[in-house]
């Protein structure tokens, strides 16, 4: 009975118990992981979710053994290993040259981005080459056969192309690729994906998580799969870790979480997800479940809903109430008529860098645009939707068609013209941090724009007003004189959009506004964008890759693919009954996280089993 109770608690490949990783600050130490622990199978998946600072990253870099020390130092626990040749072994204990013969060999990781994971400098194959040959006792020949099959088993288009390429002439689905070959040019035991699809298209998400599924169980390895987006985890884990404030606060199996998450933060990280089936008026966010203290402790005080399903009855909105706001918006003169549109870039080649052909990133497009409407463009990168939001307001000049803006031709208008017509029309950038300078404050940031179109008399007046600006975004005064790197990213961007409200715009162009924010983050700022509208009348065209985020916020959708108008409609008829493959194609690739699914899911991998 003994030997067998000894295997059963052997069974496993990684085991953390009572792990706890702690930063020693200027105001005393972050428990940035308190007290972890969970253990993982071979073959098995499981998917550790949160919002940023929940401690989910500083988990995977702690089992890695990357912290940097100091601040960081892992304070208490142990990272049990079963190794394939040398037993178990507490990683904690090693020293740095015996973990840097695990790391990348027999544990690996997939970094959030891969931009900034690969070198600039060297090839991609050069790259994973040499993480072959790092680990693995093979002449050069050798390293780079196995290095283009890898490529040929993730998937790359033109292997040996893609191995003579540098990380920028790559896409960002592709640098994701090469780094996942990297991670498995060793077969590893255990692989630690970090947010590996974040930045990523629907379509490309969804190929990089089949991937993933099929390396896995041909290699039988272990994968912890950190993400904020519970969808993601529907389709790939077997398990659930939800972290918060580094802690633990709830895991299962991911039919159980879903079905019946029993912690309000996990009511709110799935309710606060946009509903593909339905439409909300509001999203529920996590506060909608729970109240917290300013030390992060948890209030047993009543809170809005109990439940998910109560909390989608309160925000429901009828097919009805959509229907007559449709035809509201149609009876009006549009705001923004766009007329074959074409916005071309040169290819110049040769010594006399002659035009030979042109990439053709807005290609004949036309549509109109109602007052107070919302407009989604979605589509994958490249498909010319940045593009199309740029040449709108002449960031870009469009190579042929009309822009006309409550009856004025954009194209038309001379520098200082276009200058006084910006002020109506604003843009939201896709990353707040580079869109503020980070010598300015965020005052002053809200303030110049003001200032530059004489808006208000006084700075004494334009100060009060970006006050007024910050609490409307529901930032607060005492925060005015901070500089950006002290906010985090939802902050940041409640920042950017503040400072377009401050020229007292008509029209904003949202361009991937909310790509990179957590969902219960993006959540709040999508609500903030609609309320914001319907306090101030604006209209929007809000531009973005994910077709869930875009059905939440739209009236009508514009599906764009290689520069041109796949599909048009009103929200639910573009999801309900899309006419084209391609718009096909971009629905069945969202994460839905419906119970049918992961049950379906589920099903195939014990038969796979």
Known sequence: MQAEGEKVEQDFLLKVSNLSTHFRTERGIVKAVDNVSFTLKRGETIGIVGESGSGKSVTALSLMQLIPNPPGKIANGTIEFNHPQKGIIDLVTLDKQEMQQERGNSISMIFQEPMTSLNPVFTCGDQVMEAIQLHQNVSKQEAKKRTIELFQKVE?????AIFDSYPHQISGGQKQRVMIAMAMSCNPSVLIADEPTTALDVTVQARILELMQQLRDENNMGILFITHDLGVVAEIADKVIVMYQGKIVEQGTVYEIFSNPQHPYTKGLLACR???D?????????SDFMEIDVHGKFLEKERKFSSIGEAILFNYVSDEDIIDRNKALAVLEPQLKIKNLKTWFPIKKGFLNKTVDY???VDDVSFNVFPGETIGLVGESGCGKTTLGRSILRLI???EGSIEFEGVNILDLNEKELRNLRKDIQ???????SSLNPRMTIGEAIIEPMRINNILDTDFARKKRAIELLERVNLNRKQFNRYPHEFS???RQRICIARALALNPKFIICDESVSALDVSVQAQVLNLL??????????????SHDLSVVKFMSDRIIVMNKGKIEEMGYAEDIYHNPQTEYTKRLIHSIPKGNLEDILRAQLKRKNKV
């Not at 790359?156 to 040996?160: G, S």
């Not at 609609?530 to 531009?543: G, H, Q, V």
């Open 427 to 433: 843009i939201i950038f896709q990353d707040p941090y």
């Open 397 to 399: 000049d469009p190579s």
């Open 278 to 286: 339905l439409h909300l008026k509001v999203l529920p966010v996590v």
């Open 359 to 361: 990439v053709k990133a």
């Open 274 to 276: 946009p509903k593909l």
């Open 530 to 543: 609609n309320e914001l509208k319907e306090e101030f009348n604006f209209t929007y065209i809000f531009i």
């Open 489 to 491: 990213g939802g902050q």
């Open 156 to 160: 790359l288009p033109r292997p040996e």
